[in-house]
């Protein structure tokens, strides 16, 4: 009676939560422990793939640290004791799954944009080691256009020191096609030289997503230049441990975007792989959790 008490109460507590969220992930191969830094859903990009609808106000319109930091905290008491894995959520979840992978950095837009970036990054790694999870990775998903400023590059390092590793965007290699996707007045050089300044530093993970635009995959063309952005990054310095090749595999926010067949997007991750060098690993449209 008292254990189902504790399920039923941790699992109201997931559901309320404003910042912190369990997701089984299909990129980190088990449970990732979502961490959302915009919940004002702003975002220097606006993704035409991307799930978030920005034509709507959220209700929530900063993150309220000490809220965020407790939230964590029980999010991976609940974690450590696999206590999530008895609620309704998941229940299901196959064996092979039921570990804790990462606490994703990540949510409703950019979150290097988030002010004090350096300041939470360094608590929430604290907390993670009196978790005594040294084992669970830190990971940033992220734009890579806040990298040059000195406040994120501190949270860069605090990353670097406990488990943590980025995976960036990289969904073009043509500044036109770059706009088109991520629709921003940030210019593409800026992604390219941030992207290289981080890797210089450490080995960086690519994400690569790729999909249908009205029913057109992206020319040979622009999947050509995208390796020539890989080189140039490996030429410079900088080292790419993973490119992460993918499509659509949720429904996005614009109705004019749908997934590449599985065929399109081994056919990348191979050009990626023979022209670069490059570990690749794909991920499709239909394989999603």
């Not at 609620?87 to 979150?111: M, W, Y």
């Not at 990971?139 to 406040?151: D, K, W, Y």
């Not at 960036?168 to 770059?178: C, P, S």
């Amino acid at each position: 009676m008292t254990t189902h008490r504790l399920h039923t109460q941790h699992q109201r507590t997931f559901e309320g939560n404003r910042f912190v969220y369990p997701v089984l992930s299909r990129r980190s191969k088990g449970l990732s422990i979502g961490v959302n830094l915009n919940p004002d859903k702003i975002c220097n990009f606006d993704c035409i793939y991307c799930q978030v609808d920005r034509r709507t106000e959220s209700e929530v319109r900063f993150v309220e640290s000490e809220r965020y930091f407790s939230e964590l905290e029980e999010m991976l008491d609940l974690c450590a004791s696999g206590e999530i894995f008895q609620t309704a959520k998941f229940s299901e979840t196959p064996q092979h799954l039921r570990r804790v992978n990462d606490i994703a950095f990540s949510g409703d837009g950019e979150p290097t944009t988030y002010k004090n970036f350096d300041e939470l990054i360094a608590r929430s790694a604290e907390i993670k080691r009196r978790h005594r999870l040294d084992d669970v990775k830190m990971v940033l998903i992220t734009n890579a256009t806040m990298f040059h400023r000195e406040h994120v590059q501190r949270g860069l390092a605090t990353l670097d020191a406990n488990q943590g590793e980025i995976w960036a965007k990289l969904d073009a290699g043509t500044e036109k096609y770059y706009r088109t996707i991520e629709r921003t007045k940030i210019p593409f050089q800026r992604v390219l030289d941030n992207l290289l300044l981080a890797a210089k530093v450490r080995p960086i993970v690519i994400q690569s997503m790729f999909l249908k635009l009205l029913g057109q995959s992206p020319s040979a063309e622009e999947i050509s230049a995208f390796c020539d952005r890989l080189t140039e990054i490996v030429d410079g310095g900088g080292e790419i441990k993973l490119v992460q090749v993918y499509t659509v595999a949720r429904k996005p926010a614009e109705s004019i975007v749908s997934p590449l067949e599985d065929r399109e997007v081994d056919a990348i991750a191979e050009q990626v792989r023979e022209r670069t060098g490059l570990a690749a690993e794909v991920y499709y449209g239909s394989s999603d959790y």
